[in-house]
C-alpha cells in the first residue's frame, strides 16, 4: 500500500530545482531556501515555491498559507485552477521578479488579470490592465469588458466602452455581443447608457465649440468696428477724416471689409430716408382708408400755403 502511495507522488509532474531556479530569474539564487510549499494547476503540474515570497508579494496568498490545515501533512499544496498551466508559471514568475515578458502578456495576458485581481497583486493588475487594453479587437472587446467589470479595473472599462462605442455597428454582429446579450443584459443596458451619453457629451462639445467661434468672430467685428470708427481703414473712417488720407488695410481686414461695405451699404440707404418716411405713412394709411390718405396728401400742401399767405397778411 506504502508502495503505491509513493509510486503515485512520483508520478505527479513538478518543475525542477534547476528549470524553477532560471524560470524564476533571480539574481543570487544560491542565496534561497529548499522551497516549503507547492502550487498545484489545473493539468496537475507542481510547482515549488517559497511561502515567504507569496506572502510578502499577495495578502490572500498570505492567509492561505497561514490558515491551518485540516489533514496534517509535511506537503503544503496550493492549489491554482481555471487557468492554463503556463498563465500560473508566468503569475508565479511575476510574483519572485516582478517582470513578465511582452511574449507572455500577449498570451496570458487575461489570464493574469484575473489572478492579479483574485491574489490582489496590484502591479500586475496595473500592467496587464494597460497591456490587454493595447490588445483590444473587435472580437474580444466584449468579453474583456466583462472581465474588466469583474476585476474591477476602470481603466480598462473605459477602454473597452470607447472602442465598443465607435465600432458598436461592428461589436454587434460578434458571437461575444450575442453571448452577452443572452446572459448579462444589465451589462448590455450600461454599455447603450454609455454609447448614449457619448453621443450627448459630443453634441455639448460641438454646440460649445459653435458658440466659442461665434463668440470669437462677434469680438473680432467689434474690435474692427471701433477700429474704422477712431482711426478708419481704407476708404472708411470717421466723418472728421480726411478723405484723402486714406489708410491700408489693417492686419483683420478681412473682417474690416465686410463691415466697410455693410457702412458703405447703410449710409448709401440713408440719403432715403424721406421715402421710408412715407412708404411708413402710406402702411399706416391703408389701415384708415386709402382716400382719406390721399385727400390729406393732396390738401396738405394747399393748406400750408393758406397759412402762409395768411401769417404774411398779419405782419402788414
Known amino acids: 500500500m506504502e508502495e503505491t502511495r509513493n509510486t503515485a507522488a512520483t508520478a505527479t509532474p513538478t518543475i525542477s530545482g534547476d528549470r524553477m531556479s532560471s524560470h524564476l530569474q533571480f ?4 542565496s534561497l531556501p529548499k522551497p516549503d510549499v507547492q502550487i498545484l494547476t489545473s493539468n496537475g503540474l507542481r510547482i515549488p515555491v517559497h511561502t515567504g515570497i507569496l506572502a510578502s508579494v499577495s495578502p490572500v496568498l498570505e492567509n492561505i498559507i497561514d490558515r491551518p490545515h485540516k489533514h496534517h501533512s509535511s506537503e503544503k499544496i496550493i492549489p491554482i485552477l481555471g487557468v492554463p498551466c503556463d498563465a500560473v508559471s ?5 510574483l519572485y521578479s516582478s517582470r513578465c515578458s511582452e511574449e507572455e502578456m500577449e498570451r496570458y495576458g487575461i489570464h493574469l488579470l484575473a489572478l492579479s485581481h ?3 497583486v496590484p502591479q500586475l493588475k496595473h500592467t496587464c490592465s494597460k497591456s490587454v487594453g493595447q490588445r483590444l479587437t473587435i472580437e474580444n472587446v466584449v468579453d474583456v469588458l466583462q472581465l474588466a467589470r469583474l476585476c474591477d479595473s476602470p481603466d480598462l472599462y473605459v477602454k473597452c466602452m470607447k472602442t465598443v462605442s465607435s ?4 461589436v454587434e454582429k460578434t458571437e461575444g455581443w450575442r453571448f452577452m446579450q443572452e446572459n448579462d443584459p444589465f451589462l448590455e443596458l450600461e454599455i447603450l447608457k454609455f454609447i448614449d451619453e457619448a453621443e450627448s457629451r459630443k453634441m455639448r462639445t460641438r454646440r460649445h465649440r459653435e458658440e466659442q467661434r461665434l463668440f470669437m468672430e462677434l469680438s473680432e467685428a467689434m474690435e474692427c468696428l471701433e477700429h474704422i470708427c477712431t482711426e478708419g481703414c481704407t476708404a472708411v473712417g470717421p466723418s472728421d477724416m480726411d478723405p484723402t488720407n486714406q489708410r491700408g488695410p489693417c492686419n483683420k481686414f478681412s473682417t474690416c471689409e465686410g463691415l466697410q461695405l455693410l457702412i458703405k451699404h447703410f449710409a448709401t440707404w440713408f440719403h432715403f430716408a424721406d421715402f421710408f418716411s412715407l412708404h411708413h405713412g402710406f402702411c399706416l394709411s391703408i389701415s384708415s382708408g386709402w382716400p382719406n390718405w390721399t385727400e390729406r396728401k393732396t390738401l396738405e400742401p394747399l393748406m400750408a400755403i393758406q397759412a402762409e399767405n395768411e401769417s404774411t397778411e398779419k405782419r402788414r
Open 27 to 30: 539574481s543570487d539564487k544560491n
Open 90 to 94: 508566468s503569475f508565479i514568475q511575476f
Open 118 to 120: 483574485v491574489y490582489l
Open 167 to 170: 465600432n458598436f455597428k461592428a
